[in-house]
């Protein structure tokens, strides 16, 4: 069954935003966006587009952010060009002979590239040693996005939050400092984690 113009809506409403900000939309966020006037709308639309196999619902940690569109896990491969390794702490290291690596296909855009993870400092997020991150280049970044960040010539995965005297960046792993960038330091963005995943 063919869809409705509002229901591509809201199915292109869920893409941008995961594409935009790694992670799919709440609920509120939905209703929010969308202009709809209640939580049973939102609802409504999930159930439907659900049972057509268009949009599944996955239990995340908060059951909040829970939604991928099907045709995102059926996309036809595309590639994006891998730069190198991430890891808190060290430059990013340009990988030898390094090719090109299969995405989904709606990832690929001009300013988008693949880093292969280091380290285990954002585990809590479900980004471990080894994952793959494709990250959209930008100079700037909204408070509470994930970020590649330089700082002092040395590149980290963090979540970014400016300061009155600098800049924040936090791990998500209580194993590791909350790292605090002062105005003195040589500190810039590379670009905003839009998705990550892991080969098996």
Same mark, same amino acid.
């Given at each position: 069954? %063919?869809? /409705?113009?509002?229901?591509?809506?809201?199915?292109?409403?869920?893409?941008? !935003?995961?594409?935009?900000?790694?992670?799919?939309? %709440?609920?509120?966020?939905?209703?929010?966006?969308?202009?709809?006037? %209640?939580?049973?709308?939102?609802?409504?639309?999930?159930?439907?587009?659900?049972?057509?196999? !268009?949009?599944?619902?996955? *239990?995340?940690?908060?059951? *909040?952010?829970?939604?991928?569109?099907?045709?995102?896990?059926?996309?036809?491969? &595309?590639?994006?060009?891998?730069?190198?390794?991430?890891?808190?702490?060290?430059?990013?290291? &340009?990988?030898?002979?390094?090719?090109?690596?299969?995405?989904?296909?709606?990832?690929?855009?001009?300013? @988008?590239?693949?880093?292969?993870?280091?380290?285990?400092?954002? #585990?809590?997020?479900?980004?471990?040693?080894?994952?793959?991150?494709?990250?959209?280049?930008?100079?700037?970044?909204?408070?509470?996005?994930?970020?590649?960040?330089?700082?002092?010539?040395? &590149?980290?995965? *963090?979540?970014?939050?400016?300061?009155?005297?600098?800049?924040?960046?936090?791990?998500? @792993?209580?194993?590791?400092?909350? #790292?605090?960038? !002062?105005?003195?330091?040589?500190? /810039?963005?590379?670009?905003?984690?839009?998705?990550?995943?892991?080969?098996?």
């Amino acid at each position: 069954m %063919s869809l /409705s113009f509002k229901q591509k809506r809201f199915l292109d409403f869920i893409r941008r !935003h995961t594409l935009i900000h790694g992670q799919s939309p %709440s609920y509120e966020e939905i209703m929010a966006g969308l202009g709809f006037g %209640s939580l049973g709308t939102v609802n409504w639309y999930v159930r439907v587009l659900t049972e057509r196999r !268009h949009l599944y619902r996955t *239990k995340g940690p908060n059951g *909040k952010r829970a939604l991928t569109l099907t045709e995102q896990e059926h996309a036809t491969p &595309a590639t994006l060009p891998l730069l190198g390794l991430i890891a808190a702490g060290y430059p990013i290291e &340009a990988l030898e002979n390094a090719e090109s690596i299969d995405v989904p296909a709606p990832l690929v855009h001009p300013d @988008n590239f693949v880093l292969k993870v280091k380290g285990d400092s954002m #585990i809590e997020e479900q980004i471990e040693d080894g994952d793959y991150i494709i990250v959209r280049k930008n100079p700037t970044a909204k408070p509470g996005q994930i970020v590649v960040a330089l700082i002092n010539g040395e &590149a980290t995965l *963090k979540y970014y939050y400016p300061t009155d005297t600098g800049v924040e960046l936090h791990p998500r @792993n209580p194993d590791y400092p909350v #790292i605090h960038v !002062h105005k003195s330091d040589d500190f /810039s963005i590379n670009g905003i984690l839009l998705y990550s995943f892991r080969e098996y």
